[in-house]
């Protein structure tokens, strides 16, 4: 059983900085991978990036690319994501997800924190 719990989302100004943190409280196998995805008012859940446990691979989608970066810290069971030059495109509702196996969906989910970007 994995439990996800994101932290650190709020209020930022465009051109700003934010790092989202999540926990994750459960057995992590180095094959599991990671993943950051964001759903906004009225939009589909989008895929942000995702980091391999076990290697560090990391993953991110074009839209975000050079902006955010994810990473990992393994010995506190704790993955980030940290944005950068922030845009009020980037308001949403951001999760953290588990994937188990390769190929399969994310199997577990955080409840999501809150990222509203203002001009």
């Known amino acids: 059983q994995v439990q996800l719990v994101e932290s650190g989302g709020g209020l930022v100004q465009a051109g700003g900085s934010l790092r989202l943190s999540c926990a994750i409280s459960?057995?992590?196998?180095?094959?599991?991978?990671m993943g950051w995805f964001r759903q906004a008012p009225g939009k589909e859940r989008d895929f942000v990036g995702a980091i391999s446990w076990g290697v560090g691979r990391t993953d991110v989608a074009d839209s975000v690319k050079g902006r955010f970066a994810i990473s990992r810290d393994i010995a506190k069971n704790t993955v980030f994501l940290q944005m950068n030059s922030l845009e009020p495109e980037d308001t949403a509702v951001y999760y953290c997800a588990v994937r188990r196996n390769t190929g399969a969906s994310y199997d577990y989910w955080g409840q999501g924190t809150q990222v509203t970007v203002y001009s």
């Open positions: 459960g057995r992590i196998f180095s094959w599991y991978t």
